[in-house]
Protein backbone atom coordinates (compact mmCIF):
# COMPACT_ATOMS: atom_id res chain seq x y z
CA UNK A 1 0.00 0.00 0.00
CA UNK A 2 1.15 3.41 -0.86
CA UNK A 3 0.06 6.08 1.69
CA UNK A 4 0.49 10.10 0.78
CA UNK A 5 -0.64 12.53 3.23
CA UNK A 6 -0.39 16.42 2.84
CA UNK A 7 -2.04 19.39 3.88
CA UNK A 8 0.31 20.38 6.77
CA UNK A 9 2.05 23.60 7.46
CA UNK A 10 2.35 26.32 10.59
CA UNK A 11 -1.36 27.77 12.21
CA UNK A 12 -1.74 29.95 14.81
CA UNK A 13 -3.79 28.40 17.61
CA UNK A 14 -7.36 28.33 17.48
CA UNK A 15 -6.73 28.09 13.59
CA UNK A 16 -7.62 24.87 11.39
CA UNK A 17 -6.29 22.73 8.40
CA UNK A 18 -7.27 20.13 6.64
CA UNK A 19 -5.38 17.14 6.19
CA UNK A 20 -5.59 14.70 3.13
CA UNK A 21 -4.40 11.26 1.70
CA UNK A 22 -4.04 9.51 -0.60
CA UNK A 23 -3.89 5.77 -0.74
CA UNK A 24 -3.23 3.70 -3.65
CA UNK A 25 -2.18 -0.16 -3.80
CA UNK A 26 -4.79 -2.21 -2.64
CA UNK A 27 -8.75 -1.93 -2.30
CA UNK A 28 -9.93 0.80 -0.72
CA UNK A 29 -13.44 0.98 0.03
CA UNK A 30 -13.36 -2.09 2.16
CA UNK A 31 -10.90 -1.33 4.42
CA UNK A 32 -11.13 0.95 7.77
CA UNK A 33 -8.78 4.56 7.64
CA UNK A 34 -7.42 6.19 10.08
CA UNK A 35 -4.92 9.13 11.07
CA UNK A 36 -2.21 9.11 13.43
CA UNK A 37 0.62 11.15 14.95
CA UNK A 38 3.49 11.55 16.19
CA UNK A 39 4.70 14.08 18.35
CA UNK A 40 8.53 15.24 19.07
CA UNK A 41 10.02 12.47 21.04
CA UNK A 42 6.66 10.90 21.77
CA UNK A 43 5.46 7.38 20.68
CA UNK A 44 3.12 7.56 17.70
CA UNK A 45 -0.98 7.93 18.39
CA UNK A 46 -4.34 7.06 17.38
CA UNK A 47 -5.99 10.20 16.43
CA UNK A 48 -9.05 8.71 14.28
CA UNK A 49 -10.55 6.61 12.10
CA UNK A 50 -13.54 5.91 9.74
CA UNK A 51 -14.66 2.50 8.66
CA UNK A 52 -18.17 0.74 7.86
CA UNK A 53 -19.23 1.10 11.75
CA UNK A 54 -18.85 4.89 11.82
CA UNK A 55 -16.10 7.25 13.26
CA UNK A 56 -13.98 6.78 16.28
CA UNK A 57 -11.88 10.06 17.59
CA UNK A 58 -9.50 10.19 20.75
CA UNK A 59 -10.47 11.79 23.45
CA UNK A 60 -8.02 14.40 22.98
CA UNK A 61 -9.47 15.35 19.64
CA UNK A 62 -13.29 15.00 19.79
CA UNK A 63 -15.26 17.85 18.85
CA UNK A 64 -12.47 19.12 16.71
CA UNK A 65 -11.59 17.24 14.68
CA UNK A 66 -13.23 15.28 11.93
CA UNK A 67 -12.34 12.54 9.65
CA UNK A 68 -13.67 11.51 6.50
CA UNK A 69 -13.51 9.72 3.48
CA UNK A 70 -14.44 9.53 -0.48
CA UNK A 71 -14.01 6.29 -1.81
CA UNK A 72 -14.22 6.87 -5.42
CA UNK A 73 -10.94 9.06 -5.15
CA UNK A 74 -9.23 6.64 -2.48
CA UNK A 75 -8.52 9.59 0.01
CA UNK A 76 -8.72 10.11 3.42
CA UNK A 77 -9.55 13.60 4.83
CA UNK A 78 -9.26 15.20 8.80
CA UNK A 79 -10.55 18.63 9.15
CA UNK A 80 -8.81 20.01 12.37
CA UNK A 81 -10.74 23.15 14.11
CA UNK A 82 -9.53 24.68 16.85
CA UNK A 83 -5.56 23.50 16.43
CA UNK A 84 -3.74 23.55 19.67
CA UNK A 85 -0.19 24.19 20.26
CA UNK A 86 -0.32 20.28 21.72
CA UNK A 87 -1.36 19.12 18.32
CA UNK A 88 1.55 19.90 16.82
CA UNK A 89 2.74 16.00 15.35
CA UNK A 90 3.54 14.55 12.13
CA UNK A 91 0.12 12.76 11.00
CA UNK A 92 -0.32 9.77 9.33
CA UNK A 93 -2.64 8.12 7.72
CA UNK A 94 -3.00 4.27 8.04
CA UNK A 95 -5.02 1.89 7.41
CA UNK A 96 -6.80 0.31 10.04
CA UNK A 97 -7.96 -2.41 12.10
CA UNK A 98 -10.34 -0.90 14.79
CA UNK A 99 -8.53 1.61 16.23
CA UNK A 100 -5.17 0.21 15.50
CA UNK A 101 -2.96 0.33 11.65
CA UNK A 102 -2.44 -2.31 9.78
CA UNK A 103 0.29 -1.23 8.11
CA UNK A 104 3.85 -2.54 7.36
CA UNK A 105 6.11 -0.79 9.20
CA UNK A 106 7.78 0.47 6.16
CA UNK A 107 4.80 1.38 4.22
CA UNK A 108 3.71 4.31 6.87
CA UNK A 109 4.81 6.95 4.11
CA UNK A 110 6.65 10.40 5.23
CA UNK A 111 3.34 11.98 6.87
CA UNK A 112 3.03 15.80 7.18
CA UNK A 113 4.03 18.48 9.45
CA UNK A 114 1.69 20.46 11.83
CA UNK A 115 3.20 23.15 13.75
CA UNK A 116 0.60 24.90 15.82
CA UNK A 117 2.26 27.92 17.63
CA UNK A 118 0.77 29.63 20.85
Known amino acids: ?34 WFRQAPGKEREFVARIDWSGLIASDSVKGRFTISRDDAKNMVYLQMNNLKPEDTAVYYCAPTLGTRPNVGMDDWGKGTLVTVSS
Not at 8 to 23: D, I, K, N
Request: glycine share 24%.
Open 1 to 34: VQLQASGGGLVQAGGSLRLSCAVSGRTFSNIGMG
